[in-house]
């Protein structure tokens, strides 16, 4: 008999995720509005920002051996319960004299926190959920994040215009505390694993193990991740760095245009969860590399309309489609390759493995908006010689990356 995907577990996980998001979305958007009133600098907040996720690049493996080691259920609650605690406090201590650094502080505990809690929520779906319904499970969860994503913010909006920053630090404490309660209903199988020597002995070889399993076991899942990173370097720096940058200085549009694409690439994210749930069972694995060859196809609009004599409005209305479809593209490549490395991992290994594939493709995100913000400094006038020769890159990693896929298939078999 086929597993159900909606089974009690994953139902409370999902909601679980729904309310801590919101959370977490509309208190990041009051935090930077009033950053913002107070500085009259996005470059202050953007620092802070920057500085908070450090903690999550450098703590995440460790959270993958507590994820590995800890009753999951109680971690998650427990991470949520501490995060409602810290944004309380927070709310409680904030004055106009201390604001920057308790925001400053307030960032990096959550930051601190957010590097265990992620390995823990991903490890927990391939021990809800079996077979195919990983993929689709993951697919849900994506959808939840690109909802939340797309409404959070503007309802942060209205309350932050409306109330001012306190209130919406304590709806922000609320969602925190509600995620806490539905994470106690979670029933998930813990056997505590039996370690003699000390903590950092059980660290050590915890995480020793985890690399050989990689590096001897499955390069494969390396390789895997390795292109996810790749693949989040040249569309993050693309749609974070270049879309805002082609619409505000090449167009010469303004911020609703600018924001009426964001919500677009919003609403793509969504229809390729969407995608990605239908296609599980249909699309191979192996052919996961023409799906990302696509996000490269689906770039070179973006670059070609430039080299015609097309006004701003076509302009814009080209690009703005073409990264709707490498938004939908890469939406569904990376939840396949997700869900490929969770079913290939052992489930003492899964918070690990999936908190190095966090820590990576972190990594990668800012790394490409720093080159890509060279790359169209250096390139001001147009934007061609930036995006075509990275549509090409991609179409060739793209392709080139199919005898990957098809080697992991082989191993999964």
Same mark, same amino acid.
């Given at each position: 008999m086929?597993?159900?995907?909606f089974?009690?577990?994953f139902?409370?996980?999902?909601?679980?995720?729904v309310?801590?998001?919101?959370g977490?979305?509309?208190?990041?958007?009051a935090?930077?509005?009033?950053?913002?009133?107070?500085t009259?600098?996005a470059?202050?907040?953007g620092?802070?920002?920057?500085?908070?996720?450090v903690?999550?690049?450098l703590?995440s493996?460790f959270?993958g051996?507590?994820?590995?080691?800890?009753?999951?259920?109680?971690?998650m609650?427990a991470l949520?319960?501490?995060?409602g605690?810290v944004v %309380?406090? #927070? /709310?409680?201590f +904030?004055s106009e004299?201390n604001?920057?650094?308790v925001i400053g502080?307030?960032?990096? *505990? $959550?930051?601190v926190l957010?590097a265990?809690?992620?390995?823990?929520?991903?490890?927990?779906?391939?021990g809800?959920l079996?077979?195919?319904?990983i993929?689709?499970?993951?697919a849900?969860?994506n959808?939840?994040?690109s909802?939340?994503?797309?409404?959070?913010?503007m309802?942060?909006?209205? %309350?932050? #215009? /409306?109330?001012? +920053?306190?209130?919406?630090m304590?709806a922000?404490?609320?969602?925190?505390?509600v995620? *806490? $309660?539905l994470?106690?209903?979670i029933k998930l199988?813990?056997?505590?694993?039996?370690?003699?020597?000390?903590?950092?002995?059980?660290?050590k070889?915890?995480?020793?193990?985890?690399?050989?399993f990689?590096?001897?076991e499955r390069?494969?899942?390396?390789?895997?991740?390795l292109?996810?990173a790749?693949?989040?370097?040249?569309v993050?720096g693309?749609?974070?760095?270049?879309?805002?940058?082609?619409?505000?200085?090449?167009?010469?549009?303004?911020a609703?245009?600018?924001?009426a694409?964001?919500s677009?690439?919003a609403?793509?994210?969504?229809?390729g969860?969407?995608?990605?749930?239908?296609?599980?069972?249909k699309?191979?694995f192996?052919?996961?590399?023409f799906?990302?060859?696509?996000?490269?196809?689906?770039?070179?609009?973006?670059g070609?309309?430039?080299?015609l004599?097309?006004?701003?409005p076509?302009?814009y209305?080209v690009v703005?489609?073409?990264?709707?479809?490498?938004?939908i593209?890469?939406?569904?490549?990376?939840?396949?390759a997700v869900?490929k490395?969770?079913?290939?991992?052992?489930a003492h290994l899964?918070?690990?493995?999936m908190?190095?594939?966090?820590a990576?493709?972190?990594c990668?995100q800012?790394?490409?908006?720093i080159?890509?913000?060279f790359?169209f400094?250096?390139?001001?006038?147009?934007?061609?010689?930036v995006l075509?020769?990275?549509a090409?890159?991609v179409c060739?990693?793209?392709?080139?990356s199919a005898?990957?896929?098809?080697?992991?298939?082989?191993?999964?078999?």
């Amino acid at each position: 008999m086929e597993q159900k995907l909606f089974t009690k577990n994953f139902t409370l996980l999902v909601l679980g995720q729904v309310s801590s998001l919101f959370g977490n979305y509309i208190l990041r958007l009051a935090l930077s509005m009033y950053v913002l009133e107070v500085t009259g600098s996005a470059a202050t907040f953007g620092g802070i920002l920057s500085a908070a996720t450090v903690p999550t690049i450098l703590l995440s493996p460790f959270g993958g051996i507590l994820a590995d080691r800890a009753d999951r259920r109680k971690l998650m609650a427990a991470l949520d319960a501490l995060a409602g605690a810290v944004v %309380l406090c #927070a /709310a409680v201590f +904030l004055s106009e004299n201390n604001a920057l650094a308790v925001i400053g502080v307030l960032l990096v *505990a $959550l930051s601190v926190l957010g590097a265990f809690e992620t390995p823990v929520v991903q490890a927990c779906i391939p021990g809800m959920l079996e077979g195919d319904n990983i993929i689709r499970g993951n697919a849900v969860v994506n959808q939840t994040a690109s909802v939340s994503y797309l409404i959070a913010p503007m309802l942060g909006g209205i %309350l932050y #215009a /409306a109330f001012g +920053l306190t209130p919406v630090m304590y709806a922000s404490v609320v969602c925190f505390f509600v995620t *806490a $309660l539905l994470e106690c209903f979670i029933k998930l199988e813990y056997r505590p694993a039996e370690y003699q020597g000390g903590v950092l002995s059980m660290v050590k070889d915890d995480f020793f193990c985890s690399i050989r399993f990689l590096a001897e076991e499955r390069p494969d899942i390396v390789k895997i991740l390795l292109l996810a990173a790749i693949s989040r370097f040249f569309v993050m720096g693309v749609a974070l760095v270049g879309l805002p940058y082609i619409v505000r200085m090449i167009l010469g549009l303004d911020a609703k245009y600018y924001g009426a694409a964001e919500s677009m690439l919003a609403i793509a994210t969504i229809l390729g969860s969407i995608a990605a749930g239908f296609l599980t069972g249909k699309l191979k694995f192996e052919k996961l590399s023409f799906v990302l060859a696509a996000v490269g196809v689906c770039m070179i609009p973006a670059g070609a309309v430039f080299l015609l004599p097309f006004g701003a409005p076509v302009r814009y209305a080209v690009v703005t489609a073409a990264f709707f479809g490498m938004q939908i593209a890469i939406s569904i490549f990376s939840i396949f390759a997700v869900s490929k490395i969770q079913q290939s991992t052992p489930a003492h290994l899964t918070g690990k493995v999936m908190a190095y594939t966090s820590a990576v493709t972190m990594c990668a995100q800012p790394a490409g908006q720093i080159v890509y913000g060279f790359l169209f400094d250096r390139f001001s006038k147009t934007v061609y010689p930036v995006l075509l020769p990275t549509a090409a890159a991609v179409c060739v990693i793209g392709l080139f990356s199919a005898g990957i896929f098809q080697k992991s298939e082989e191993r999964t078999e």
